[in-house]
């Protein structure tokens, strides 16, 4: 068990650019998460995935955000013409069926 | 609105005492109630709980939930300084957990 992993761990960009941040879950997980936190809160939900399909996002999620899971393994979240409002701690959980979610060590984004 | 509400927000307390965290919720969908520990970064898997009055135990970390009352409880026993950390309560559906913001809990030496 390798573990959820993230990339980058640590992203700086400028307002109006766009990032993409990379998540490759547990091998043998089928669902995927994007989950976002900010200082003193909780995690806040923003989209799942069950092999390919993306099954629910978050009301929250403005259009500027895309999320992709193309083969059922890997996924990517995509941020448009970022804002400041956007640094967070993005964080990518995996799990099998109802089990519990697994977390990885998460994306830092800061917009600067 | 779905939510879910933890106390207290901080804590302090010193190495051997017994901490009583609390999580209460108001979540449509209801399935399962989860109970984590974050220290710097990943959130970590503590217990998964869906039916009530059923303790879960792994070692000094205890919890129970009660779906009738809609809460839980996290108690740690003989608390020590590798306790340090937020614990968050989750409950919802499968996907679609809603957070509380966590309890922080300082145990000094």
């Known amino acids: 068990d390798t573990g959820v992993s993230q990339d980058p761990r640590h992203k700086i960009t400028k307002r109006g650019q766009n990032v993409t941040f990379r998540c490759d879950p547990i091998?043998?997980?089928?669902?995927l998460y994007w989950y976002r936190q900010t200082l003193g809160q909780g995690p806040e939900f923003l989209t799942y995935?069950?092999?390919?399909?993306?099954?629910?996002k978050s009301r929250l999620l403005s259009d500027r955000f895309s999320a992709e899971r193309p083969k059922g393994s890997f996924s990517t979240l995509e941020i448009q013409r970022t804002e400041q409002g956007d640094s967070a701690m993005y964080l990518c959980?995996?799990?099998?069926?109802?089990?519990?979610?697994?977390f990885g060590n998460g994306t830092r984004l800061t917009v600067t | 609105e779905d939510k879910v509400v933890q106390s207290p927000l901080s804590l302090v307390v010193h190495e051997g005492d017994t901490v009583t965290l609390n999580c209460s919720y108001e979540v449509t969908n209801f399935r399962s109630l989860l109970w984590y520990k974050q220290e710097k970064k990943a959130p970590t898997f503590l217990f998964m709980l869906?039916?009530?009055?059923i303790e879960k135990k792994s070692g000094r970390l205890s919890s129970i939930l009660d779906k009738k009352e809609l809460f839980s409880i996290l108690n740690i026993t003989a608390t020590q300084t590798g306790d340090s950390a937020i614990y968050l309560c989750?409950?919802?559906?499968?996907?679609?957990?809603?957070f509380g913001k966590g309890t922080k809990l300082s145990v000094k030496p």
């Open positions: 995935f069950q092999n390919e399909a993306q099954l629910e």
């Open positions: 989750a409950g919802g559906s499968q996907g679609n957990l809603i």
């Open positions: 959980a995996s799990s099998l069926g109802y089990s519990p979610l697994h």
């Open positions: 869906t039916s009530s009055g």
């Open positions: 091998s043998e997980h089928n669902r």
